[in-house]
């Protein structure tokens, strides 16, 4: 290989950059044609005035206008801005979601961010309908923006039909909004990891969604000592509901009531669950039942006959045989919020008890039909970006995600400059990334932004080695140069 040009190695050394006169002067625009942004509006104004585009004159200061009041430039409450550090992270994030589904399987979906209110209401109750973005269109149809991914989904199997083969193995990665107080982890907007097994009546269906989520927590440092799962069963709630003959349509309500014990005082909840139709002898046993962490316990009380205790044995058997029991525990209070499930349900929690649920899941055998699609087994789980973020904060275990690129290409002259983008063509069409200085600047300043975007080598066009057909190339982290052909450069 060739050793570098003289009159190339001279831009190679930042050293003596800073008197280069092969690059022009700064241009220094004239203060009159300084424009404030605030005047933009009233920029335009003129110019669509004069038919759209008009001429120099539009630029007049005359038409410069400073009675337009300052936008916030803040994203609105609860939702967030992704600059390109905190976007790195999130495609992070989102990559992991999306290996750790194709590792077990699971095929992509997504859904509208919009959909028919009357999705969420039907499934939900009445909790649901006060954190709705929701509103009336121009059609007059009432239309919200989704708080969770699940009834989507429900929608898309209804509307596929029998033109799919169950069981259906998918997932999603989608954006969900809920209008609701917010505390460290709870945003009004946030995106969400949803599984999904749709067509498998067994509890080997639930064991192996807590696994493909263990599989996540392991590949990003996560350990069993950082989180635990808790797990139960709707069923349970359902043997003692019946036992003191509480009416079936109660259920949802006492479900919702229950999952809030651990945010409300115990007589607030005794007192919502008396106003749900509930005698003072049913909730004392209720939650005597809810209090029980041992499975050995729920077995003595409801008995091995039940539905509710054989499931809850066969998830624990099989969670020994996937390699998890250290991760999960049996807690009877677990129901979660949404009246939709209908068996086993669980919740992931961080062990050190700062966070609110990292995610949960369960089984909604019964959700199609509140639709008027027939009834399917299923289950799945929602996980959602924000809490694992401050989990991963709190552990320090956020991955440092520079922004990096293969190349960086500068013109020496600005004659050179197509020279230059056929030369970043060239390598892109390569496959590798290109970062085009599209301006006359100094090298120092070349330099800074190699620096800054960690560039792994400097590609310089020059006139001397250009008309040779070649270009000089700077490796950034041992400082080797030389010249190479263009078409032998990869």
């Known amino acids: 290989?060739?050793?570098?040009?003289?009159?190339?190695?001279?831009?190679?050394?930042?050293?003596?950059?800073?008197?280069?006169?092969?690059?022009?002067?700064?241009?220094?625009?004239?203060?009159?044609?300084?424009?404030?942004?605030?005047?933009?509006?009233?920029?335009?104004?003129?110019?669509?005035?004069?038919?759209?585009?008009?001429?120099?004159?539009?630029?007049?200061?005359?038409?410069?206008?400073?009675?337009?009041?300052?936008?916030?430039?803040?994203p609105p409450k609860g939702t967030r801005d992704f600059p390109p550090e905190d976007m790195r992270l999130r495609n992070w994030l989102f990559h992991n979601f999306q290996e750790v589904s194709r590792l077990f399987g699971f095929e992509e979906v997504d859904f509208p961010v919009l959909e028919s209110e009357a999705l969420f209401i039907r499934k939900a109750g009445e909790e649901i309908r006060d954190q709705l973005y929701c509103f009336e269109d121009r059609g007059n149809r009432r239309v919200a923006l989704r708080p969770e991914l699940t009834p989507s989904l429900a929608r898309l199997v209804i509307q596929k039909g029998k033109s799919v083969s169950l069981p259906l193995k998918w997932f999603a990665v989608g954006q969900c909004w809920r209008y609701e107080r917010m505390t460290r982890g709870r945003r009004r907007e946030h995106y969400q990891w949803n599984m999904d097994i749709i067509g498998v009546p067994a509890v080997t269906a639930e064991a192996e969604l807590i696994s493909s989520i263990i599989t996540f927590f392991k590949r990003i440092g996560i350990t069993a000592s950082d989180v635990g799962f808790r797990i139960s069963s709707r069923k349970v709630l359902q043997e003692v509901l019946r036992c003191h003959s509480i009416p079936e349509h109660l259920f949802g309500k006492v479900c919702i009531i229950i999952d809030k014990i651990e945010k409300l005082p115990l007589d607030v909840i005794k007192n919502d669950l008396k106003s749900a139709g509930m005698s003072e002898a049913a909730i004392e046993e209720l939650l005597r039942v809810l209090s029980i962490k041992s499975l050995t316990e729920l077995e003595e009380i409801l008995g091995g006959a039940g539905e509710a205790v054989a499931d809850l044995k066969l998830l624990f058997s099989l969670a020994e045989k996937f390699g998890y029991s250290d991760w999960i525990q049996f807690d009877a209070s677990v129901v979660r919020g949404l009246a939709y499930y209908t068996g086993i349900v669980f919740e992931c929690f961080d062990r050190d008890g700062k966070l609110r649920a990292i995610c949960g899941g369960g089984r909604y055998d019964q959700l199609l039909s509140t639709f008027g699609g027939d009834d399917i087994p299923a289950c799945g789980f929602g996980f959602g970006d924000a809490v694992i973020l401050e989990l991963l904060k709190e552990k320090g275990l956020l991955p440092p995600l520079n922004h990096q690129v293969e190349n960086i290409v500068c013109a020496l002259d600005h004659n050179l400059q197509g020279a230059a983008s056929l030369v970043a063509t060239t390598l892109r069409g390569k496959g590798q990334s290109v970062d085009l200085v599209l301006e006359s600047k100094p090298l120092k300043w070349v330099f800074k932004r190699a620096a800054r975007i960690n560039a792994q080598r400097l590609i310089l066009v020059g006139t001397t080695e250009w008309q040779k057909g070649m270009v000089g190339v700077k490796i950034l982290s041992s400082g080797e140069q030389y010249e190479i052909k263009l078409d032998e450069l990869e």
């Open 1 to 74: 290989m060739p050793a570098i040009h003289s009159s190339l190695s001279f831009y190679m050394k930042p050293l003596f950059l800073s008197n280069s006169s092969h690059f022009p002067r700064k241009f220094t625009v004239p203060k009159e044609y300084l424009l404030n942004p605030r005047s933009l509006c009233a920029l335009s104004s003129a110019s669509n005035q004069n038919g759209g585009r008009s001429g120099a004159r539009s630029l007049s200061p005359s038409l410069v206008s400073d009675d337009l009041q300052k936008i916030d430039v803040n």
